[in-house]
Every structure is written in C-alpha cells, then in structure tokens.
C-alpha cells in the first residue's frame, strides 16, 4: 500500500469499508481505517508523533502536483525486461538538456519511474548509431519522489531522443512527461513517439504542452502585485451580525446545542495542544490516546483548528463555561508554544510541503483563530500578526502553490487574516505574487467549465471553493475587477453544473466529475463544500443584498446539507448521499467535522443582516435580534416553527418611533405572491424571488405577519444516472424531501404514480410534520431529507415507469442491426476488436458500466468516425448519439448525413458539455446513412480516443 498523507487517501480506504448502519459496524469501519493508516505513516517517537524529516533542499525542480497525464508501457513479466520509448523532433537539433518528469501521486511520491536508465540521441530512428545523453545502467536512480531528472547535455546533436529502461519499478515504465531542450527552447512539445512494444504511437501525452502556469513548482509573479496606495477598497453594502442574536427553541437551536456536545466530546486541550508541545519541544502528559495517523499526524494542529473555528463562533451566541474554558486554554497553550519570531503551527516549518499542511492545516488555524479573536480572545489575534508577520516572508512561498498539497486552498488564510483587526496589505500581496492564478483567473470569469472539472493543478475538488471565497475578499480589498469577474464566474459554474437539487456541491476528489453529471453513486456532497459555498454566497449576499439568490442557496446549503449531516451531539457526516445510506457519523476531526461545527456555530449570522437604514430578514427561525438603528436601540423578535410551518411573525420593541426599511426576503421557491401584514392589515404584496421593503416609522410594539407560500416542486434528474428519464426529486420550500418504505440499500425505490400525478397525491402523515403519504402507494412515504437517519432512502426514486437503467432505444430505432443496419469506423481498439458493431447494437451504455461501446483506435489521433448505413433510403427526422465514458466524452464533433454521394452537414458543435448524449430533432431528411465525426474528446488521459454507445436515428 502507498503512504497516505491526503484527504484523498484517507477517504478512499474509509469508501472501501464504510458501514451502512451504525454501531457496531460503524465502529468496525473506523478502526479498520485506522489501522489501516497506522500502517503506513510511520510514527517517529512515542514523545512526538509528529515528526517528519524535514522536506528539501529548495530550489531544486520539482513537478507540480498533481497530473494524472503520462505515458505508460504494456505490464511486462519482470523488473528486468528492456522497454524503450523515444520522440522524434522532426528535425536534427542540438540538445542543451533532456527533462524527464515523474508520474506523482496525491503525496508527491513518483510511481514506477524506471530504476535504471539511458537517454540517447541520434539522426537514426533504429539508434544504430547514438550519442549518450546520460546513463545510470550501472547504479540505482534514486527514486526521485516529485524531482525532474535534468539532464544536461554537451556537444549532442540529433533528431530523435531515446528513454531506455534496463530496470523497472512495477514491471512498467512511467513516465508523466519527456521535455528535449535545443538552443533555450522546449522542442519535443506535440512531437510523435514511438515504444519498443507498440512501434509508431503518434502524438502522446508524453510530449503534452506544458500547463498554462508551467509544470515546475515554482511560482513567483511579483508582478501581480497592486501596491496598496493604488488599492480602490469595496465595502460591503449589508453586514452579518456578529453579536446580538438570541436563538428561541427550534432547529437552529437545536443544531447548535448538539454543535457544544460534539465539541466538548470529542477531543480534550491536552490532546489538541499535543503537536504543538512536540514541536516546541514540551512535555505533554501522559496517556494522551494515539493520535489519529492521517487527521492528527499529517495534519498536525487542524483538530486544534476545528475546536477554535466550532467554539469560537458558538460562543458569540451562547454563553458556555466549560466551551469558554477550553477555549482559552487552548489559545494559550498555542501561545506558550510559539517561537521567537511569531511562528506558531504544530508543525515544524522545514515539513510545511508534507501532505497538506502547507495550506490545509495552516487555513484551519488560521480561521480557529480568527474565531477565537472575534469572540473575544484577545491573544488570538496577537498569536495570529505574530505568525503572519513570519509568513508574509517566509522562504517556501515560491513553492506553497505547487508543492504542497492543494497548495490552492491555503489563500484564504490570508484574506481573512486579512479583514481583521490586526490584518496588513502584506497579507493580501503575498495571495497576489505566490498565489494568484491569472489563467485561472480569465478562465473562472469567461465561464469556463474546465476551470472547475479539469483544474490543471493538483486535483479538481469542491476544495477550490476555498480559492474562490479569498478572490472575492481580494476584490473587496482592492477594488481589482478581475477578481469579481473570477468569482462571478466560478459562482455560477458551480451553480448550474455542479450543485445537486438540495444544493450541496456534486464534485469531490478522486474521481473526475463532468458538468452535470450528478453523480447519485458516487462520493459527491461533501459537508466541507457547502460549508465553502455558505460562505461564499454570504459575501455576494452582503456586496448585493437586494438580490434573493444568495440566501437561497445559503438557506439550502444550512437545511439539506448541515442538517442532514449532523448526528445529534454524537458526530458529523462526511458526505450527504442522495441515495442508499448517510454515511456514519464520525468524531475523528475529519474536515467535514471541523467546516460543519463552523457552520453551525455561526447559524444566528444568516438570520438577519444590517443595513445603514434598515435590516433584511433572511431566513426564518425563532430568534430575537438587538441592535441599533439611527442611534435607537431595537429589538426584532421572530416568531415561527419554519419549516414545520409557515406562518411567521415580527415583534418590534423600540423605545421610541424610528424610520427604517424592514426587508422580508420572500424567497424563490414561494409558489405565489405573499400578502405581508402590518397590525393586521395587509400592507404589501411580496413577490417571490425579491425582497419584500417596508420603509416607514416603526413605534413599539408593531407587529409584521406572513405566511410563506410554501408548496411543492417535482424536478427531473438529469445526470449520468438516468432510470429510463424518469428519476424524480422533490422539494417543499427549501426542504429536499426523502422517500423511504421500501426502498433497497442501494436507494432505488419505484412510486407507481404518474409524475405529473405525484404532487396532488401527496396527503400530509398527521402528527407528523412534513411527513407525507402516496396514495395509491403504501410502501413509501416522504420526509425531510434532514431527518432521516439509519433507514434506506432515495432523493431520486422512479417515477411512474417502473425501476431499472434504460439499456435500450426506442422501439422505432432504424439503426439497428436487427433492422439490416451496417456500422463501420475509422479504427477499433486493439482490445474492443469488433466494437464497432455495438453502436447499432439496441444497447447504451450507463454512466457507470460504458463497456458497451465503440472505442477507437488509441494509436491515431482525431479525428475519428463512426457511422451507421441503413438497409435503405429512409425519412429521418431525430438522430441520438449516446455517449459512453462520461469521463470521456465527445467535446467537439460533426453530424453528416449521407444520401447516395451526397452529402450534408447536420450539425458542428464545439465545446459541449453534456457527458451523456447529444440528441437533433430536425425536419425529416432523406438519408440512408450517418456519419459522426469526432474532433475532440474530453479526457485529456487519453487524447487519442473516441468512443459512442450507440447511434439512434427515428423518423
């Protein structure tokens, strides 16, 4: 087994074991992951568990994490067999130096790098004659980990470039990418390949361009840089109530309550100080547990981070002796084992690149402190100046981007460092020249999809939420438009291709995740993401507050994601799965764990915000806020049991009259208009989607009443996973709804009513709030998503036809072989021989069993065809391709139709986004057969391939 040292790593040993009900199970599937990871990360010392051999020298090229591009051999019987593979440059070029680039995994080790090697040059493709370039035949290579091989060359000449292995790693040869140097410039980029095994490969991966910020790790643009006296400040327009929230009983409450039993236990002072008293060298009491080796050991200091991020927020709002206790204790133990010059992690700082602990670990103590400051921790912030005041000139900024594990997510420590009392411009400047992705930058504004999916570095993840909330806090601090575009932009990506009905986030790490591919079976809707996006949509919330879209999602991301992933007081859920089971809780500091207790502790922040003339109502929980308004003291009681009803009422106490405009958020679900009631008379209309202003003098004792139109809304599932185009989700207000009865662990369930029946066959369970029956169907029922616990569920039950993936077309298809239909193609898969056929074959491909397919030729490049030959002339007036690989898709693509030697063009599409199928309806055309074409594919792993499912074509 590899070293684990990412939440990748982690994730995917807790995937493989994870149990499905709790108890004893879940207690199974836990300490088989720990052991698991004990395993593997090696324990330096009983007294510091910690400890890592520092990670150097600097300065030496590195590849930046992390690509999964690289040129690989055919598997041969042993380490000892002699591979080869060579570039041919086109011409004869003198060689300054060769670069061979390592294929790295998520922890920076290099995989199957060959032991022993030669790099040649000659004129002659048969290396008959060659000059060498380097040769380590004789002795081992050392396993270079993320190091380039640079090899430099002196008096070489020649038009072709030869890797020969004598020795392998994993009885393959790897190799992620091959630069040839001539006179200062890279010239083996695009350029064909050839192997000892496959002969003539054509353009590989192997001589990729390079990625738009480079492939080395160093990253260092001081010309990023906008000096402060040129900064233009945005301020916000609304602000969050940091203080001066009382909750009433109901479920935020409650949250939170369940939020101060977690955090009081799960971990005790002692053991989150622990790494800190390692790395300064203090004694640490004795019989402290053994640390969790993945949370706790490579992320030394984030459990720390978790407490101070739950506490800190919760304490804002509700008064705790024994949370307030640990609390400051802990940010004294962290004082008193800070160094000298300010630097305080529990990390020592030569092993900042280690697993993620250059931003990852760093972010969370970061923002714990920040929490703690807020709350009223005055050596929080003073701790915090005294570590950044390191950190703005410490000497691993160039390589923090690309060497450290999701190097990306670590610039928001800064921004939030900087907005706060002690924050500088220092702090933002170094996001700016160490940080800041202008590529990225353009690509996010322009709308991009693969700015989000096919992120270039290290690896796509909802985790780039967390680069998008400090390019928003970069705009706010500058006034630099680039970063409002940015953040515009990777909003709405986020919103329209990878957010779930129900709004959690449908892109996690580990597997490649298309727009819009909503994957139901795997891991997507991690706690952390909608955290992330919480956060985000409550700055554009504050910077546009007349614009109701913000809350919405926030009120979603809090309901259907926080909520549902919270376990009482007893732990927190990694993923909010749609179908199946919820995962089972998890008290291990996780970083679902210490983003949802932030989330819950701030849960009176979204109630209300504050205006310069007023206040917004935003969303609608039992609570009270004071404040001032014009220099009048208010008070604003809410009165309601949303969601389990939807009236709701506010009280105003004022000592005397005051104008001001009460804003009520009439939110985008509300099926009609809402009638808002002054003292009982109806004062406005609401509109949904708007806030609902009522600008006038308040008096003491005004009352403002409303019933929120709730109502339910029926939505088609549209990813990868469709059950004959009829999964359903189904909504009530904000409220994702779950079906369980009779549903199976893997979350399919069958309700035998017509879709557009469902909604008028829904009768309210009485006693039992939002909990709905189906008539003529007494195996299920509905409730909230939040509230279900051990049972099986589906978010997307079958609708009306009946369970089971649609495998086949339509009855009326002509182009089937069962028809007389004839399918022929450019090339063939040397090991799919005869998978042309199944394009007419009657069967498509699911989004995740796409064996039945046509795949093309690995060796040749695009374009590559398939087309589809009726027995006769026919009137055809809708054309289906259906795709197969939703990681590998057609992009760019032409339809022709054939009708004796004429021909014509149907459609030429570029740059598309639909994982699953493309579909033309179209006035009815005589043709008798069809042509795809395929110009490019979306999986840049394998740029030569192509592949369909089937072809449909229907009068």
């Not at 790098?113 to 040059?121: G, I, K, N, T």
């Not at 709004?503 to 992330?532: M, N, Q, R, W």
């Not at 808002?676 to 202003?693: E, V, W």
Request: with cysteine; glycine share 8%; proline share 8%.
């Amino acid at each position: 087994m590899p070293t684990l040292t990412s939440k990748g790593d982690a994730m995917k040993i807790f995937r493989s074991f994870r149990a499905v009900s709790y108890g004893c199970a879940a207690r199974l599937t836990l300490t088989l992951l720990f052991c698991l990871l004990t395993l593997n990360i090696a324990v330096a010392s009983e007294t510091n568990p910690y400890a890592e051999p520092p990670d150097g020298p600097m300065g030496v090229e590195r590849f930046a994490r992390v690509v999964d591009l690289s040129y690989q051999s055919k598997p041969v019987p042993s380490d000892n067999t002699i591979v080869w593979v060579q570039v041919d440059l086109g011409r004869s070029v003198p060689i300054d130096k060769v670069k061979l680039f390592p294929l790295i995994d998520w922890g920076a080790n290099s995989v199957k790098f060959p032991v022993r090697f030669r790099v040649d040059a000659s004129d002659d493709p048969t290396f008959a004659t060659s000059t060498l370039i380097a040769d380590y035949t004789k002795s081992d290579y050392p396993n270079p980990g993320d190091k380039v091989a640079v090899l430099a060359c002196h008096d070489v000449k020649g038009r072709y470039v030869r890797i020969t292995a004598t020795e392998l790693r994993g009885n393959q040869l790897v190799i992620s990418k091959l630069d040839v140097w001539s006179n200062g410039k890279e010239v083996a980029m695009g350029r064909p390949a050839s192997d000892s095994q496959s002969g003539y490969l054509g353009v590989t991966v192997l001589t990729r361009p390079p990625r738009p910020q480079g492939d080395e790790d160093v990253t260092d643009n001081p010309r990023n840089v906008i000096p402060a006296s040129k900064w233009k400040p945005v301020p916000y327009q609304a602000r969050a109530p940091l203080t001066g929230v009382t909750l009433g009983d109901g479920l935020f409450k409650t949250v939170m309550e369940n939020n101060i039993g977690y955090l009081l236990n799960s971990f005790t002072v002692d053991e989150m100080l622990r790494p800190f008293r390692c790395r300064a060298g203090k004694p640490n009491p004795p019989g402290l547990p053994t640390p969790n080796p993945f949370w706790d050991v490579c992320l030394p200091g984030s459990c720390a981070g978790r407490f101070m991020m739950g506490a800190g927020n919760t304490l804002r709002w509700i008064k705790n002796p024994e949370l307030q206790k640990r609390l400051n204790e802990l940010v004294s133990g962290i004082n008193a084992c800070k160094e000298p010059n300010g630097y305080m992690m529990a990390y020592p700082p030569d092993t900042i690149f280690f697993s993620e602990r250059a931003a990852y670990t760093r972010s969370w103590v970061t923002r714990g402190l920040v929490d703690a400051g807020f709350e009223g921790n005055k050596t929080a912030f003073s701790l915090l100046r005294g570590y950044y005041n390191w950190f703005d000139h410490n000497p691993y900024l160039p390589e923090l981007l690309r060497r450290g594990g999701q190097g990306v997510q670590g610039m928001i420590a800064n921004t939030r460092t900087y907005f706060t009392p002690i924050g500088k411009p220092a702090d933002i400047q170094v996001v700016q020249r160490y940080f800041q992705e202008d590529y990225w930058l353009k690509e996010l504004a322009n709308r991009e999809p693969k700015a989000i999916w096919q992120y270039p570095y290290d690896h796509p993840h909802c985790y780039l939420l967390t680069s998008i909330e400090p390019y928003l806090d970069m705009y706010r601090a500058t006034g630099a438009k680039k970063y409002l575009n940015a953040s515009l932009g990777a909003w709405y990506l986020y919103h329209n291709d990878w957010e779930h009905v129900g709004g959690s986030i449908a892109i996690c790490e580990g597997y490649i995740y298309p727009p819009k591919s909503y994957y139901l079976h795997l891991d997507t809707g991690e706690l952390c993401g909608s955290v992330f996006w919480v956060r985000l949509n409550q700055r554009f919330h504050l910077l546009y507050p007349d614009q109701v879209k913000y809350v919405d999602e926030i009120e979603k991301s809090i309901y259907n994601v926080g909520f549902a992933n919270q376990f009482g007081s007893k732990g927190i859920r990694y993923h909010a799965n749609l179908a199946g089971h919820k995962d089972p809780p998890t008290m291990i500091n996780t970083c679902c764990e210490g983003q949802g207790t932030h989330l819950y502790g701030t849960l009176p922040e979204y109630i209300y915000s504050i205006a310069k003339d007023g206040l917004y109502v935003d969303l609608f929980s039992p609570s009270t806020i004071s404040l001032k308004l014009h220099g009048v003291p208010i008070r604003v009681k809410m009165s309601t049991s949303f969601p389990f009803s939807p009236k709701v009422s506010l009280n105003i106490s004022a000592p005397r009259a005051f104008q001001a405009k009460l804003r009520i958020r009439v939110p985008s679900w509300a099926t009609k208009t809402m009638p808002i009631r002054i003292n009982g008379k109806t004062a406005l209309m609401g509109k949904p989607g708007a806030y609902a202003i009522l600008n006038r003098s308040w008096r003491n004792g005004d009352t403002v009443a409303f019933t929120l139109p709730m109502g339910f809304r029926l939505k088609l599932y549209t990813g990868v996973e469709q059950n004959n185009g009829n999964r359903y989700a189904l909504e009530y207000g904000p409220i994702l709804m779950a079906v369980t009865g009779k549903v199976t662990d893997h979350g399919d369930a069958t309700i035998p009513v017509h879709a557009s029946d469902l909604i008028r066959s829904l009768d309210p369970i009485p006693g039992e709030p939002l909990h709905f029956a189906i008539k003529g169907d007494t195996d299920h029922q509905y409730m909230p998503y939040f509230q279900v616990e051990k049972q099986a569920y589906t978010c997307f039950p079958d609708v009306g036809y009946g369970n089971g993936i649609l495998t086949t077309v339509g009855p009326d298809d002509l182009a089937l072989a069962s028809k007389g239909a004839t399918a022929a193609s450019d090339s063939e898969y040397s090991a799919e021989p005869g998978c042309t056929a199944k394009v007419i074959d009657g069967i498509i491909a699911t989004g995740t069993d796409f064996s039945n397919r046509w795949h093309s030729s690995l060796l040749t490049p695009h374009p590559h065809w398939v087309q589809v030959t009726l027995p006769r002339v026919e009137n055809v007036g809708r054309i289906v391709v259906d795709f197969a690989d939703p990681d590998g898709y057609p992009v760019s693509f032409q339809g022709v139709a054939l009708n004796g030697m004429k021909k014509r063009i149907l459609f030429d599409v570029r740059n598309y986004d639909n994982c699953r199928k493309y579909i033309l309806t179209m006035k009815p055309r005589m043709m008798d057969a069809f042509r795809f074409v395929i110009r490019h594919s979306a999986n840049p792993a394998y740029p030569n391939a192509a592949q369909i499912s089937e072809i449909e074509m229907y009068p």
